[in-house]
């Protein structure tokens, strides 16, 4: 199978050029201009796309995701299939999602139990950070397992959600050590779970029902907090560290102390906090229930932070944190916030908002947009050069995007499973007219031409971030 993509304007994290792209089976053969639908004697290419007037760029590799995440007394509405099936529809070529390990249980039977849920499911490539929540000498002899045999490289840890998922410091600074010895990359979700424990108790007890008692709850403070802790620890050991949906100014302040001692640190936020603000808790009603996730969404002046700190290298990467449940799920907490289940739909709508809100706008580059939405985290997390950019030999992921076209978002029209959309009724400008993945045409038109089982596992090598 071979494809020609002519006349685009092709983007990478470096630069932008008008040229051809030619596609030999799973891989980009040729980059260049005036190419002819035959290379190298190999024969007539299958199909020839003439994207003229489009963008071509790196497929879009979402590095923080959950699916059919079991959370909260429930699980996240979207699961491999229909969840990577909307990625791809949205230039996500690939996800890394969390296998969650039980407490008292192995890592192993982590990434077991997560191959059960996406192997022959997954419709785009994926792969799998591990989530510790119980770190023991059992679980630290598991870490070279994980890294060697899995290709599981990243080690995530929660600061938050105290008798579930958190950590205490002492388990921190030893995961930290024995993640180093292999050369993997601890990640980080960091909220002072004690002062929110106390906060949400504190509102629980006067009878605070209504969600906006869930930002309310998890002010600024208890995020700067532990990632200034974390920062710390983290320095202390000299071990590389990955900081996971930022949301505030407070916070990124810490990464700009970090970086006068030239820590190695690197910071992802998520699409929802550069665009929406916590004015959406304060709604009447339960419809504040649809952002309720933590760290929760902040104020105007926190997402101008946000976008500064992406042109000035404080924030790397843009994810979503896609964990979508839908209005039934959430009506769990109905009659009490802290039982609202945490997560938001938003894996479709990622690059294009990005495009439309970014670049467009004038807020970030194309080259920026690029880097922070597939090559950096390709690099920072071991799937490069394979993924995350246009070059010979690596994977032809590949997004073919119309700067022109105008849409509006909607739960009627996107393809994750959840009826509501986060980002109702916004105007965009800049629409994905294909995606290719792994030189097969996965979509197009709005058409998925591939689907179940259809994406493969990504064993990732050591953390391009030690390097």
């Not at 993509?5 to 470096?14: C, D, L, R, V, W």
């Not at 916590?278 to 009603?285: M, P, T």
């Not at 509006?408 to 800049?430: I, P, Q, R």
Request: hydrophobic fraction near 40%.
């Amino acid at each position: 199978m071979s494809l020609l993509i002519k006349n685009g304007m092709i983007a990478t994290a470096s630069e932008t050029f008008d040229g051809d792209i030619y596609i030999e089976g799973e891989t980009i053969a040729a980059i260049g201009k005036n190419l002819a639908a035959t290379h190298s004697g190999a024969g007539k290419a299958a199909k020839v796309i003439d994207a003229k007037g489009c963008y071509v760029f790196p497929g879009g590799i979402d590095a923080h995701t959950h699916m059919n995440l079991p959370f909260m007394g429930t699980n996240s509405s979207d699961d491999f299939e229909t969840g990577t099936i909307a990625g791809l529809h949205g230039g996500t070529t690939t996800i890394i999602d969390f296998a969650f390990q039980a407490h008292g249980g192995t890592l192993d039977a982590a990434y077991n139990r997560w191959q059960e849920m996406a192997q022959g499911k997954a419709a785009g490539d994926y792969a799998f950070h591990m989530a510790v929540t119980d770190f023991n000498p059992k679980v630290a002899a598991e870490i070279k397992t994980m890294t060697d045999k899995h290709g599981i490289t990243s080690f995530k840890i929660f600061m938050a959600y105290k008798g579930a998922l958190m950590v205490d410091d002492r388990q921190i600074v030893d995961l930290m050590a024995e993640v180093k010895k292999h050369n993997g990359l601890v990640i980080a979700h960091c909220e002072n779970g004690d002062m929110v424990d106390q906060m949400i108790a504190d509102n629980r007890a006067k009878g605070n029902k209504h969600p906006k008692y869930h930002v309310l709850s998890r002010p600024p403070i208890t995020e700067a907090e532990a990632t200034g802790r974390l920062m710390d620890i983290a320095h202390a050991g000299q071990y590389p560290l990955y900081i996971v949906h930022m949301t505030c100014d407070e916070a990124l302040d810490r990464v700009r102390e970090g970086t006068r001692r030239q820590q190695k640190v690197y910071v992802e936020t998520c699409i929802q906090y550069l665009v929406l603000d916590e004015s959406l808790y304060f709604q009447d009603g339960f419809e504040g229930s649809k952002w309720v996730m933590s760290p929760p969404l902040r104020k105007k002046e926190d997402q101008e932070a946000l976008w500064a700190g992406m042109n000035q290298n404080l924030v790397h990467t843009v994810a979503t944190d896609h964990c979508p449940f839908c209005m039934d799920q959430k009506k769990m907490g109905i009659d009490d916030f802290s039982k609202i289940p945490n997560g938001m739909p938003g894996i479709e709508h990622r690059m294009e908002l990005l495009f439309s809100e970014g670049v467009l706008k004038n807020k970030i580059s194309m080259q920026k947009f690029v880097d922070v939405t597939s090559t950096a985290p390709a690099r920072i997390f071991g799937l490069a050069p394979r993924k995350g950019t246009i070059a010979i030999g690596a994977d032809a992921d590949l997004v073919i995007l119309d700067p022109k076209v105008q849409h509006t978002v909607s739960a009627k029209t996107h393809h994750m499973n959840c009826d509501y959309s986060a980002f109702e009724g916004w105007k965009l400008t800049g629409k994905i007219k294909t995606t290719v993945l792994r030189g097969t045409i996965a979509v197009d038109g709005g058409k998925a031409l591939v689907g179940k089982g259809f994406g493969k596992y990504l064993p990732r090598k050591q953390s391009g971030a030690l390097l």
